[in-house]
């Protein structure tokens, strides 16, 4: 038997012997796993966000998306520099000055952009 600390919903630490704020849970539980009334789970496991890609896997990433032409558009109003940026390079990173203007323009969240880059990635 062990002893666990939980903190909203998620075990944050063990420990072989009870003290304040710790409760008993079975020797198989680790931190990082959830608590749900007696029930421990796994914490999910988040998927890899790349840090850049290529850009035809982006590309297909965008018409999957139905972004591709709205993409393209905010490329053209952005200048001559973001359009050259847009049809030379190779590889285009997540933190780009492009991607993160891109981002605000196109009022994609965060998430909407790791999913962009991920399935990019698994292309």
Known sequence: M??????????????PYN???FIE?????ICGMSKDGDEYSPAPVLPHVPDSV??????????????LDAVEAAVQAAGPEA??????????RREAAL???????????????????????SL
């Not at 002893?3 to 063990?14: M, S």
């Open 83 to 92: 359009v050259a940026q847009w049809e030379y390079r190779g590889v285009i």
């Open 99 to 121: 991607v993160q203007q891109l981002k605000v323009v196109l009022n994609l969240t965060e998430q909407q952009l790791d999913e962009l880059f991920t399935t990019a990635a």
């Open 25 to 29: 849970a079975p020797d198989s539980v």
């Open 54 to 67: 290529d850009m035809a896997s982006a590309r297909i990433a965008l018409i999957r998306a139905g972004l």
């Open 2 to 15: 062990a002893f666990v600390k939980i903190e909203n919903g998620v075990v944050v630490q063990k420990q």
């Open 19 to 21: 003290q304040e704020g």
